[in-house]
């Protein structure tokens, strides 16, 4: 979207201006402007002062410092409040937040990485959730999540044909394939991949996600009795495990997070997304569409029947899922909130405007939005399982 004008002042003090801190130094003038802000924005917290003394002394001595269990909370929810390419950021301060900074070595974060997937699941009612296990410090390198998501399915290629699974992960599913993972006897095209977790102590290791961690719903038409045999399902948690929280000056390389999954991302991107599951081509053919024209728009009348079963299956299995209109609808009341309280809204307009039925919501009308990164944050980077050995 071209840029246009901000409807509220933006208040330069606390944008990005530095590079990506890839040091694991504590950065004094970021810790300074997130202390500030904290006791700005949670006044009940008291006075500043000897709490901004206190963490000058730890940088300085230490070259990083701890943030308190309030500092963290808060500074993960905020991180997500920031976030230009999520929609959902009306529910920011409801995150639960794990203090796992004291693990560190591979078996402990992969046990919690399962203990996170079996909490923010919860029977379905998803809770939004995130662990924070050890940051970046100066003596101590932090452990890393190789996978995008807690929960990915492997992508295999064929002699002949389109691959089977998802496509988007063939590059790390033949990773890990080379480190010793045997896929099932007869691969399936939801075969959840096992986790790596790497440590400078241990390398990268392997763990299996036990099945009963992973809820995953089967999907079925309210209408179409077939859409059951096409055999599709998905996983309940969205919980990504390949971003950087970056509050105040430190570094949490390994932060696995979720909130609940909108119906269009799996309906839409990850199974109509002909460089995902395809699957417009086949939903559009057991529907007896001409696929022969373009004109006849099968694509999109594929595309809103897939998306139909998504919001239907999700809401039978009792898994917490927004749709698009309402997920819009919270956007703008998250806005109206932040400006009210005096912040400026930063977005993408291309990732909040939902790849489906785009006008008919509001926010397609709206074009107003910057996209510019606000500390704190959460932040890409680098594949670890593409990084040459020990550059973290
Ligand atoms: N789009 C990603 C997926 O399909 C998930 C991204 C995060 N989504 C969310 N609702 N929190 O897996």
Redesign the pocket.
Known sequence: MPPSSSQCPVDHSRIATSAPPISAEADLDEAVEFIEQFYAENPEAGDPARRLAWARAEILTTGTYHHTTAELVWGARVAWRNNAR???RLYWNSLRVRDLRTVSDADSVAAHCRKHLRIAGNGGKIR?LISIFAPEAPDRPAPRIWND?LV?YAGYRKVKGRPLGDPRYLGFTQAVRKMGWRPPYRPTPFDVLPLVIETVKDGPRLYELDPVDVLDVELTHPEFEWFAELGLR??AV???SNMRLVIGGVSYPTAP??????GT??GA??FGDTYRYNLLPVVAARMGLDVSTDRSLWRDRALIELNVAVLHSYEKAGVTM?DHHAAANAFDKFEAIENDAGRVVHAKWSWIVPPISGCAVTLFHKEHWQDIEVLPAYRAQPDAWKEPKGTH
């Open positions: 999520c929609i959902g939004p998501q990915r998905w996983h969205p919980a990504i997070f979720n909130g609940w999954y909108m991302e799996i991107r990850n927004i």
